[in-house]
């Protein structure tokens, strides 16, 4: 502030006593406090006090008081102003913008000053004390506190007593003249005087006089400070048709309009009328009186009423409105338009803070900026906005219409037409140097491309600019078109909304006038709310577009969907939104680009995958079906005849013919099992009730909800529901229809199902959602078909069943109860089953049966007619490193097209230890471009995984992998998995020494079937049969469930060796020689949610062996497990539940017992983190490495980040290595000295080299989730960048943007990013929803714990913004977070995995209950 400080040294200097409240005023009096020697008696009143009394109370020769203005102080002020008016006193108010409350002081008090500026609020601080002394009245004198920081001229502090003490000046002007005065008082319009005024009033002498009085104390100070004092400035034209009185602060009174002259009073009391009329010259048609007042309760002004009672009885009319800020000269124009064409309303010119006005400057919305940013990274330096808000301030609102734009890319479009002509014109010069010549030439050439044309264009002017050429007149045009050098995108940027309603005038517009011009359409419509628009527009795909759209050179059109409903709408919400268009198939993905047709190329091109693939698959169907008709023309009818009739039809057939039979033998009814299931759990039960069912004599058909129509259910008997409860209550995938179908028959009231019987066997969690206020989501999709059933007219022949994962046995034990009552209800519980029961397929069968791992996936993959595997082979494809998905963003839209999900497949390499060359880099680089998504990921195993690989490029990039080199045998599937390394970057020798180990062991433990070669190599066995295949490790059963090893060398854990199920933690001798290793079993991460058997465990140590038993000790441990694990349970399968039931000593005995020696004692080691080391080291063989981030491992190009192209150019000339990490990051290892430069070289040029970045993003990691992975119930990949987005700022905002601090998201409880050893951690529920853990150890050494069972993100934010600010400021030296959250009490420590429930929900007063 700089007029504050002015004001208060000017009311220091020159008051007796200095009132003042507010504290910007206290500091300034604390700086000056004893300057001079004797300063005046400083009172300071509380805000809020009552200080117009204090006022009274101190006066004295000058009482200064000086305060910032509000409401509540001006009306105390008034209270007292009757009393105040006749002392020497000044009110020095600062105002921020508005003058609502200081001018209700106007009319009270006889001198009101008004300031612009902070000199002016100086300069007139001196002059109001003057007056005030000499006149012995009150002076209200008003300036600006804050906007203006131009610095202020002062007076010397020795002037100011003997100006303000001095004799008044002689040369007072007289009172009744309105003319020119040596102040400038009145000085008439544009500096002319003004003696022509054909209107005259009348003053009333007192004013008059203090007017004298003022101009008089005015022209004193001038006198002293060398600058005009004028009362009423004004400026313009002589003649001026309009006048405006611009009461406030306004750069428009600077502006040169014709006809038009501004008036800025300095002095707004006394204001006589005859100088209100000496300023209102006869040409003058209107008055305008505008006022810096934003909350003015009457209907006029005083100020208003003034000047219209001075102009009285003219012809003149006169205008109000409020003085908004950021006032433009062309909202002047339009304000006089207005005025011009008659309007009457109050105007308003500028914005007014606080509201929306027409003329702001229009902000871009924050998710919409977005694609600006798109487009900026895209066009670098060519890109520009036709419309951008940024022209408001210059060109007014009406910039950002579309009819505005378009007239600027026309008149911009023409001047470079000109700007070419002009150059073609001037290479004809005979006088040109061959320089200019060339750089001309040269700039013809090359004038479309962006960078080169600006850069020529630069040197063309340069050299243009040249006194030589003054007097060429095409130079000079050259010149005058010099901004149209640079080749620019033209983008016209707007919201669906425009291209509606100017329908003809704004998009058809622009694309009839065939001119280069590239638009972009926002459809911010959510999907959710689309019934409001109109759901049958087309829309189009972006990033590829807008490359296509800039090429083409014509108007090209982007359709951008970007759905939210306000700017505040999560990111999360955004993309939820997004997805459920894509679902719906409301956002059909699709581009056209008419150049490729002259090209004689496609010009339609589809970006869907979903609609590409619903078009493959019904041209593959038709081919199929035309070619079964015509070899067999009898099935022709029974082809095309509809499908579903077809088949209900014969199941009746069975249905009867079986009823017929069960009537005849036993006196018991058909019976249809439906069951809707999302995991499997439901499904499992209702297949186990069928054949039970069916061991008891009934005929008993098995369906989903979804795949029988609800109509059918008509003619049905007796029903028998099971549903399992997905989401918050809602029904699993596989029953929506069938729910809906429900709820609206429910809704019209009818009896449909007279003579239907059932009953309905519930499942769920009646802890998935703890709060009590979700109690009724508990079996609510259960609940509510029992009790809408009965409302439709159906019999409950057995109650309502209610499975729930909290029971002693999880859903069993309700189930337990209620069958024997179906039974019953059917009239078969008495039969005696003497059959067994047929066994449910599970995948012990199904590798039993596989034979060593083939199924039947050779005959799978030769399938066209579906892009999915059989069942049972997607389970064994895993043993391959496949797992067969689909994509979930479109799941609900194929169902409801009755189409397969649209399956694909994703593919895991197995590369033991992480490390590949730059040839095997570039190779899976090729092969996710031409196979899958083309993108890759580095996972939590330090591998690549690829997806969105069809089924018909399954086979060719297996091969393709296996020819780099590589393989993808059990990188997935009950056996050992991808074994993990330490990077280890300074430690050469032994990184060189842990890495051949760690080959060895998965070499060690690798399945020996041939199944793989044959499936997906072709090679046979030379012998044929004869030659039998043989696991000696695993046998034909494999392992239980998955098993996982890692290789860790102190002091690092970034494998997190605690999280597999067996880790290798390396022992060093005293010469950094590798002795061996800590053996350290049972760690893993899967979780059930809502399943206590379930639980993470972090892995034990049992003792040391050495570098060659190493994969013998591997061995025997898996060799325990296969023989004793679980595995009749899956959940229960894994190596930590077989230890904690075996007894850790008692598994260490039987591995021992096989080794046939003890291991040694465990050796100290000590580790300092579980996160990589990111930048660059060297190594002890002088190699240099590089540590790069690589946000959750996903190699990809985006805006910014074009990391897969930017690797792949540094694999072509890399000559070291690649180390993949198991926290997903990527190191470029090995460089030598001869290379560095240009391994940085190339880091830099595609920003590889960043790691600006806070402690928390480098130290988080999150899983895939949505879309591909199959399990996902949140988002996770795609979601916690955006978190940590927001999170940031509060780490920042507590200053530890440096501190590491590990937070994992996963998207559902199998935490394969291993959020159960963060810091702090995320693991989905449902969509948008998590249960938050804290209280990991920071080099995965401790469990964390759930803290709270399910926070959405708002939820999030609240909870970690204090609780990272305290830990800011009370944690100890080196404290790590999760040990912090421990230590201030919010959770307990997890000491063993079996107790990790113990406990959970927060400690003390941060319990969720709490
Ligand atoms: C994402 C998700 C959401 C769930 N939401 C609920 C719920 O709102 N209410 C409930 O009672 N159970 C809920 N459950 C528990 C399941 O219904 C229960 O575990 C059931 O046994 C799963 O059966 P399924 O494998 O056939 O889908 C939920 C489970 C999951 C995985
Ligand atoms: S943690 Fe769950 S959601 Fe994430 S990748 Fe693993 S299985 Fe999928």
């Not at 010099?482 to 622009?510: E, K, M, Q, T």
């Not at 993949?1220 to 290892?1229: C, E, G, P, V, W």
């Not at 595609?1246 to 399990?1271: E, H, I, Q, W």
Request: with cysteine.
């Amino acid at each position: 502030m700089v007029a504050v400080p002015a004001v208060a040294r000017i009311g220091y200097l020159s008051s007796d006593v200095l009132v003042y409240s507010s504290p910007a005023f206290s500091e300034a009096y604390a700086s000056l406090a004893g300057f001079p020697s004797q300063g005046p008696k400083l009172v300071s009143v509380p805000q809020g006090a009552d200080v117009g009394s204090t006022i009274v109370r101190n006066a004295s020769n000058l009482t200064s008081f000086t305060a910032i203005a509000t409401s509540q102080l001006v009306n105390r002020l008034i209270l007292h102003l009757a009393d105040i008016s006749s002392q020497s006193v000044v009110l020095h108010l600062a105002v921020e913008n508005d003058l609502s409350d200081v001018l209700l002081l106007r009319s009270a008090v006889p001198f009101f000053i008004l300031s612009q500026t902070s000199q002016d609020a100086h300069d007139n601080a001196l002059l109001a004390s003057r007056l005030a002394r000499l006149e012995k009245k009150a002076v209200v004198h008003v300036f600006y506190a804050s906007q203006d920081t131009t610095p202020v001229d002062p007076v010397a502090d020795d002037k100011v007593l003997p100006f303000l003490l001095s004799k008044k000046n002689p040369h007072s002007p007289s009172p009744t003249n309105g003319q020119a005065t040596p102040l400038g008082g009145v000085n008439g319009v544009n500096g002319h005087a003004n003696g022509e005024a054909t209107i005259g009033p009348i003053d009333d002498p007192t004013s008059a006089q203090l007017f004298k009085a003022y101009e008089a104390a005015a022209l004193d100070t001038v006198a002293l400070v060398r600058r005009p004092r004028r009362a009423l400035a004004s400026r313009g034209v002589a003649e001026a048709q309009t006048v405006v009185f611009l009461v406030g602060r306004s750069d428009i009174a600077t502006a040169e309009i014709d006809g038009v002259s501004f008036v800025t009073p300095s002095l707004l009391s006394p204001l006589p009328p005859s100088k209100l009329v000496s300023l209102v010259p006869a040409s003058a048609k209107n008055v305008i009186v505008l006022e810096q007042v934003y909350r003015w309760s009457t209907k006029w002004t005083p100020l208003y009423l003034d000047v219209v009672s001075a102009v009285q009885g003219s012809n003149v009319g006169v205008h109000d409105g409020i003085l908004g800020e950021n006032v433009s000269q062309p909202q002047v124009l339009q304000l006089l338009q207005k005025v011009e064409a008659g309007e009457s309303s109050r105007f308003q010119l500028g914005v007014v803070p606080g509201t929306s006005s027409t003329t702001s400057i229009p902000v871009v919305p924050k998710h919409e900026a977005a694609y600006t940013k798109i487009l900026q990274h895209l066009f670098p330096d060519r890109f520009e906005v036709a419309n951008s808000p940024d022209l408001v301030a210059t060109q007014g609102d009406i910039a950002t219409t579309p009819e505005f734009a378009l007239g600027r890319v026309r008149g911009q479009l023409e001047a470079r037409q000109q700007l070419i002509s002009s150059v073609q014109d001037l290479l004809q010069d005979p006088s040109l140097s061959v320089e200019l010549h060339s750089l001309l030439g040269k700039w013809v050439l090359v004038k479309d491309d962006g960078s080169k044309s600006r850069q020529l264009g630069k040197e063309i002017v340069s050299q243009l600019e040249q006194d030589s050429f003054s007097d060429n007149f095409t130079v000079q045009q050259v010149l005058s078109l010099r901004d149209r050098f640079p080749a620019v995108s033209r983008w016209i940027i707007g919201s669906d909304a425009w291209s509606y309603d100017l329908g003809a005038s704004g998009l058809h517009h622009a694309i009839a006038s065939q001119l280069d011009v590239n638009i972009l359409i926002i459809d911010t419509l959510p999907y959710s709310s689309r019934n409001s628009g109109d759901p049958h527009r087309r829309k189009q795909d972006v990033l590829q577009s807008l490359v296509e759209a800039d090429r083409f050179k014509g108007p090209s059109v982007v359709l951008a969907y970007l759905p939210y409903s306000s700017e505040a709408s999560p990111a999360l919400e955004v993309l939820k939104e997004t997805k459920l268009a894509v679902d719906a198939g409301y956002w059909p993905l699709y581009r056209w680009d008419p150049s490729k047709d002259a090209k004689g190329q496609e010009p339609f091109s589809l970006d869907s995958d979903a609609i590409k693939n619903d078009l493959r698959q019904f041209l593959d169907r038709q081919n199929h079906l035309s070619q079964l008709t015509r070899s067999t023309p009898a099935l022709a009818a029974e082809v095309v005849s509809n499908l579903g009739d077809t088949i209900r039809e014969a199941r009746k057939k069975r249905a009867q013919a079986s009823y017929n039979d069960l009537v005849s033998a036993l006196d018991a009814p058909p019976l249809l099992v439906l069951y809707a299931s999302d995991g499997g759990a439901a499904e499992k039960k209702s297949k186990r009730l069928a054949n039970r069912a069916k061991a008891r004599g009934l005929s008993t058909t098995i369906a989903t909800f979804d795949a029988f129509t609800f109509e059918a259910l008509k003619d049905e008997e007796h029903v028998v529901f099971v549903t399992s409860t997905a989401g918050q209550g809602e029904p699993p995938q596989n029953g929506r229809n069938f729910f809906k179908a429900l709820n609206a028959a429910a809704l019209r009231g009818e009896t449909l199902f007279p003579n239907l019987k059932y009953s309905i066997y519930a499942m769920g969690d009646s802890h998935y959602w703890p709060r009590p206020e979700d109690a009724h989501y508990y079996n609510k999709p259960g609940k509510e078909l029992d009790a809408k059933l009965e409302r439709l007219g159906a019999e409950r022949v057995a109650d309502l069943g209610l499975g729930d994962d909290q029971d002693a046995d999880g859903s069993e034990t309700g189930y337990k109860i209620w069958e024997p009552k179906v039974w019953k209800a059917l009239g078969v519980d008495s039969v005696e089953v003497t059959e067994a029961e047929p066994e449910p397929i599970t995948n012990e069968h199904i590798k039993a049966a596989s034979g060593y791992l083939r199924g039947t996936i050779a005959e799978g993959l030769e399938d066209t007619s579906t892009g999915a595997l059989a069942p049972s082979d997607t389970q064994l494809t895993k043993f391959h490193g496949i797992y067969q998905q689909d994509d979930r963003d479109i799941r609900d839209e194929r169902q409801a097209q009755g189409v397969e999900p649209a399956y694909s497949f994703m593919i895991r390499v197995r590369m033991p230890g992480g490390v590949c060359t730059p040839q095997q880099w570039l190779e899976m680089d090729q092969i996710s471009d031409e196979h899958g998504n083309g993108t890759f990921k580095i996972t939590t195993r330090a591998t690549f995984q690829f997806h969105g690989i069809i089924k018909r490029h399954l086979k060719p990039a297996m091969q393709d992998i296996n020819r780099a080199l590589l393989d993808t045998l059990a990188a997935c599937g009950d056996v050992n998995r991808n074994v993990i390394t330490s990077s280890i970057p300074s430690l050469s020798t032994l990184h060189a020494q842990v890495y051949e180990f760690s080959k060895e062991v998965s070499a060690h433990l690798l399945p020996r079937t041939t199944a793989y070669h044959e499936i997906w190599l072709d090679k046979k066995l030379i012998a044929g049969d004869a030659l039998k295949d043989f696991e000696p490790i695993y046998g034909e059963f494999y392992l239980p469930r998955k098993f996982k090893i890692a290789v860790a060398v102190p002091p690092t854990n970034d494998v997190d060796v605690f999280a597999n199920d067996l880790g290798f933690i390396a022992i060093v001798g005293p010469n950094g020689e590798l002795k061996g290793f800590n053996v350290s079993i049972g760690g893993g991460m899967g979780v059930t949610h809502g399943n206590k058997k379930t639980y993470p465990r972090a892995g034990s140590v049992i003792g040391f062996c050495t570098v060659e038993q190493g994969k013998y000790v591997a061995e025997k441990i898996v060799l325990v497990q296969r023989d004793h694990g679980n595995r009749v349970d899956r959940k229960n399968a894994r190596l930590k539940y077989t230890i904690d039931r075996m007894g850790l000593d008692n598994y260490k005995a039987e591995v021992e017992k096989l080794l046939g020696y003890t291991l040694q004692p465990a050796r100290p080691y000590t580790f300092d983190r579980n996160i990589d080391d990111f930048g660059w080291h060297t190594g002890q063989d002088g190699r240099h490495h590089f540590m790069m981030f690589v946000e959750n491992g996903r190699i990809q190009d985006e805006p910014g980040r074009d990391f897969k192209s930017g690797l792949k150019e540094l694999a072509r000339v890399h000559q070291g290595t690649f180390r993949l990490t198991a926290n997903q990051h990527l190191m470029i290892s090995d460089v030598p000295e001869s290379e560095l430069q240009t391994v940085k070289d190339i880091l830099r040029k595609y920003k590889m080299d960043n790691l600006d970045f806070s402690g928390l993003r480098l130290s988080s990691s999150a899983c895939v989730a949505f879309p591909t992975c199959g399990l996902a119930m949140a988002e996770s990949e795609r979601y916690l960048p955006i978190l940590i987005d927001k999170v940031e700022k509060v780490v920042e905002g507590a200053g530890l943007r440096h501190d590491s601090i590990v937070m994992r998201m996963t998207g559902c409880p199998n935490g394969c990013a291993r959020p159960y050893l963060a810091e702090v951690a995320f693991v989905g529920k449902a969509p948008g929803s998590y249960a938050m853990l804290l209280g990991g150890g920071y080099y995965g050494q401790r469990l964390n714990k759930i803290y709270r069972e399910s926070v959405t993100e708002p939820e999030i934010l609240a909870i970690l913004t204090p609780m990272i600010k305290r830990y800011a400021l009370e944690r100890k030296e080196g404290e790590r977070f999760g040990d912090w959250t421990i230590r201030a009490g919010y959770i307990a420590p997890t000491t063993e995995g079996r107790l990790w429930y113990d406990r959970l929900g927060g400690e003390g007063e941060w319990r969720e209950s709490a």
